[in-house]
T-cell receptor
Framework: QQQVKQSPQSLIVQKGGISIINCAYE??????FPWYQQFPGKGPALLIA?????SEKKEGRFTISFNKSAKQFSLHIMDSQPGDSATYFC?????????????FGKGTKLSVKP | DAGVIQSPRHEVTEMGQEVTLRCKPI?????LFWYRQTMMRGLELLIY????????DSGMPEDRFSAKMPNASFSTLKIQPSEPRDSAVYFC???????????FGNGTRLTVT
């Protein structure tokens, strides 16, 4: 019940295309859902986050879509660029709790081809 | 701001040796976290501190692992004795408070032969 399942494991997209990464969870107590971006040799960095009182959050080319009834959320990268090539992690925790309670997905390695 | 600083960046050691990983959190952050990243298990929380006090060490795999935070600007993760299965990238992260976003360091890649 504590797991966050992420798919696909890897993704190849052409420059200008849309990248979509999906995550699903079981624990209905989760109510904070961040996405982290990790470049090779670097630590993960917070990209965007959402709480379940909204169904969508957009920051530039990055959008989180959230479906509370299905317990699923996804990251959409519009107009994907080679510089977006990285590993993306979804995560979830109980809001108000510590970041130490973040549960991470296994990650998606995105490659954007020029 | 220099960000979270970890050292060394790479560590290669032989099985049975003691390994010490070091972390300097961002100044003013009072929560510090140690994570381990492997292909098989992804990112796993090992332990976290709040105001230098260990709050949750349930992720520490076994007694061979220990972590300390003697002051607000320094933490260590020690493995003694090390084993090949400890090979992974170890990340330190800090946050302004326990509920604020994490800032990760660039990690220490540990290889135990």
């Amino acid at each position: 019940q504590q797991q966050v399942k992420q798919s696909p494991q890897s993704l190849i997209v052409q420059k200008g295309g849309i990248s979509i990464i999906n995550c699903a969870y079981e624990n209905t107590a989760f109510d904070y859902f961040p996405w982290y971006q990790q470049f090779p040799g670097k630590g993960p960095a917070l990209l965007i986050a959402i709480r379940p009182d909204v169904s969508e959050k957009k920051e530039g080319r990055f959008t989180i879509s959230f479906n509370k009834s299905a317990k699923q959320f996804s990251l959409h990268i519009m107009d994907s660029q080679p510089g977006d090539s990285a590993t993306y992690f979804c995560a979830a925790r109980v809001d108000g709790g510590s970041q130490g309670n973040l549960i991470f997905g296994k990650g998606t390695k995105l490659s954007v081809k020029p | 701001d220099a960000g979270v600083i970890q050292s060394p960046r790479h560590e290669v050691t032989e099985m049975g040796q003691e390994v010490t990983l070091r972390c300097k959190p961002i100044s003013g952050h009072n929560s510090l976290f140690w994570y381990r990243q492997t292909m098989m298990r992804g990112l796993e929380l090992l332990i976290y501190f709040n105001n230098n006090v260990p709050i949750d060490d349930s992720g520490m795999p076994e007694d061979r692992f220990s972590a300390k935070m003697p002051n607000a600007s320094f933490s260590t993760l020690k493995i003694q004795p090390s084993e090949p299965r400890d090979s992974a990238v170890y990340f330190c992260a800090s946050s302004f408070s326990a509920a604020w976003p994490l800032h990760f360091g660039n990690g220490t890649r540990l290889t135990v032969t």
